[in-house]
């Protein structure tokens, strides 16, 4: 089966910028997840969905991060402004449902000068 | 609040030699842990997990864990390294797979 495909693989904006991930998960899971690897640094997560609804958002610095998952597919996730601070890898994450494994996408690696 | 520590930031063994990363954990309840790897440029693959039962759990790659409540660990081994291995391994706690809490990783070496 194709695995979770994340784009683009890097992105190199300026702070104050605005910036968006997209994610598409493995076919028919419900369940995805958006998490933050900042170098040196276990992931953490900042969003879940379970089909298009929000499970949990609360480590999602709602001020300048948002994410979607229109129709309970595709996600994407934004940074408006960008700040010095936000230079990670982003990663994303399906599962069949929350209670099963997660499986990984290969991530997006975010540079802010 | 959940946490997981990993004591070892950075790891180096010869290959054919064994192999223990160290996790303590912090939870408040029975714990669920995890163990994932990460290649460079990946995303992170599941090792191996517990969740109840046998304490001693088999992963993929010839890897296991020892949960140890008392000593609040789960450790990670391998018998005998492959130059492959060579990664970055992150332990986690979490409530089932959701809610999971990750360590900040420790990166093995293999030399020749």
């Known amino acids: 089966e194709a695995g979770v495909a994340q784009s683009p693989r890097y992105k190199i904006i300026e702070k104050r910028q605005s910036v968006a991930f997209w994610c598409n998960p493995i076919?028919?899971?419900?369940?995805l997840y958006w998490y933050q690897q900042i170098l040196g640094q276990g992931p953490k997560l900042l969003i879940q969905?379970?089909?298009?609804?929000?499970?949990?958002d609360s480590q999602l610095p709602k001020d300048r991060f948002s994410a979607e998952r229109l129709k309970g597919v595709d996600s994407t996730l934004k940074i408006q402004p960008a700040k010095l601070e936000d230079s990670a890898v982003y990663l994303c994450?399906?599962?069949?449902?929350?209670?099963?494994?997660?499986?990984f996408g290969d991530g997006t690696r975010l540079s802010i000068l | 609040a959940q946490s997981v520590t990993q004591p070892d930031i950075h790891i180096t063994v010869s290959e054919g030699a064994s192999l223990e990363l160290r996790c303590n954990y912090s939870?408040?309840?029975?714990?669920?842990l995890f163990w994932y790897v990460q290649s460079p440029g990946q995303g992170l693959q599941l090792l191996l997990k517990?969740?109840?039962?046998?304490?001693l759990v088999q992963g993929i790659k010839g890897f296991e864990a020892e949960f140890k409540r008392s000593q609040s660990s789960f450790n990670l081994r391998k018998p005998s390294v492959h130059w492959s291995d060579a990664a970055e391994y992150f332990c986690?706690?979490?409530?089932?797979?959701?809610?999971?809490?990750f360590g900040t990783g420790t990166k093995l070496q293999v030399i020749p």
């Open positions: 994450a399906s599962s069949l449902e929350g209670s099963q494994p997660q499986h």
């Open positions: 076919s028919g899971h419900a369940t």
């Open positions: 969905f379970q089909n298009n609804g929000v499970v949990d």
């Open positions: 939870y408040g309840a029975t714990p669920y």
């Open positions: 517990y969740f109840s039962g046998d304490t």
């Open positions: 986690a706690v979490g409530a089932g797979y959701q809610k999971v809490t």
